[in-house]
């Protein structure tokens, strides 16, 4: 099984202006998006996760036309998608009006996708603290033995502490990593929202990987091949 991966746009169109973050290239990124979906496909991915932050200002009366741009875009592609929201999109709530919301637990072969699309920004902060922890734990305790590796796919940073005044890690990261580090699960955490990304970590035995943010230079994707015991990650 091989996932494509792509994160962090932050698209205007619609939505007049661009970032006052110059390199962040948000008017360019349709014709981007296309461009890497076409790349993703022609490696045969089986699906494409998007990481979030797929517009740039949530609260712009026309973010939600630019999401259903952005969504007629992934559709076109012709490769399945699974889009969860970042910090810098519509409330869930509504961004789920356009995207079509991912089911918790993801089957594919012998990969079981975890999904937390619900996670925001808490009220008056900049970070994310996930709430049912005790839900998380039951789902994860349950090790079936044709799960070869678990994706756990959110758009906040779980590992490493990201040192930096703006904060980009769940604020209960600790707890967030007790439950995945006791499940004896393979597991591969995917997140967005930190630009610069990481390469694969791997700490007490969970790999953690970050994507660069599509919307910077050299507006990267990736690939994820999940087929053998190695997972290999690689930026096109
Ligand atoms: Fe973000």
Redesign the pocket.
Known sequence: MKLGFLT?LHFRNAVPGTSSIEKRRCRQMGDVLCRNLKLLKNEGVDLVVCG??LVDEPDHPAALKDLAELRRIFDEAGVPTLVIP???DPHPDDFYKIFKRPDRVLRIGDIELITFCEDVPLTGAEDSERQDLAGMEKLFAKNSRDVRHTVVVQ??IIYPPIDSEYPYNYRNFSAIRAIMEESGRSIFSLS????RGFDVIEKNGVSYFCGKAMCEEPFPCYTVDLSGDEIEVREL
């Open positions: 962090d979030g932050d970042g910090n810098h758009h906040y967005g929202h930190y630009h």
